[in-house]
């Protein structure tokens, strides 16, 4: 069965630094990996993917990932982050076959950017 | 705005009732997701539907069902509602389900049961 674990719940940062969110995740086949965003009362928005080849992911926002698979790790990186980056990320995993392609999540890192 | 639409936004119930929350998918999706979002369990799947028959079952409670009509909307019941299905319920919907295509995800229902 696949799982995710994200490995920090909240990761406060000052505006303009670097930052990454660790995601590492486990399957016994081959996946597919997302990156989600959820700002506060809002629905989640889909940060990134990698379903294939080239391992270093390009998102929205200016928001990267690199997928590790000796590692079994997908994390998200920004080189300067904002005020309004400030939301909760979800690390997904999606384990593929036939026609179902649910996502299972980690339990999310909260990024909170101050000025 | 991703295009899923979800009703209602709120809902406020006792225990033991039964709700109905209904998710529109975006224009040409066939395929719809149920999520529950809770602080103890995290966000976990519940069930799909692909133009009108389940697919897949995830950690859904027996007291929970789905379905998904003709026009692809789709309703999630709750019934014999607790305390701790207090929850934001997320719809997603996606083009087809033969691959893994992005996930579309509406704005939630945020249910609490008192």
């Known amino acids: 069965a696949q799982s995710v674990t994200q490995l920090d719940s909240q990761v406060p940062v000052f505006e303009e630094a670097p930052v990454e969110l660790r995601c590492n995740y486990s399957?016994?086949?081959?996946?597919?990996l997302f990156w989600y965003v959820q700002y506060p009362n809002q629905g989640l928005q889909l940060l990134l993917k990698?379903?294939?080849?080239?391992?270093l992911v390009k998102g929205i926002n200016g928001f990267e990932a690199e997928f590790n698979k000796s590692q079994t790790s997908f994390h998200l990186r920004k080189p300067s982050v904002h005020i309004s980056d400030t939301a909760e990320y979800f690390c997904?995993?999606?384990?593929?076959?036939?026609?179902?392609?649910?996502?299972?999540f980690g339990k999310g890192t909260l990024l909170t950017v101050n000025p | 705005d991703s295009g899923v639409t979800q009703t209602p936004k709120h809902l406020i119930t006792a225990t033991g009732q039964r709700v109905t929350l209904r998710c529109s998918p975006r224009?040409?999706?066939?395929?719809v997701y149920w999520y529950q979002q809770s602080l103890d369990q995290g966000l976990q799947f519940l069930i799909q539907?692909?133009?009108?028959?389940?697919?897949a079952k995830g950690n859904i409670l027996e007291r929970f069902s789905a379905q998904q009509f003709p026009d692809l909307h789709s309703e999630l019941n709750l019934s014999s509602l607790e305390l701790g299905d207090s929850a934001l319920y997320f719809c997603?919907?996606?083009?087809?389900?033969?691959?893994?295509?992005?996930?579309?995800f509406g704005p939630g229902t945020r249910l609490l049961v008192l």
């Open positions: 997603a919907s996606s083009l087809m389900a033969g691959g893994p295509e992005t996930q579309y």
């Open positions: 399957s016994s086949v081959s996946v597919y």
């Open positions: 990698y379903l294939s080849g080239s391992t």
């Open positions: 997904a995993v999606s384990e593929g076959g036939g026609s179902n392609y649910k996502l299972t």
């Open positions: 224009s040409g999706d066939l395929s």
């Open positions: 539907y692909y133009n009108g028959e389940e697919r």
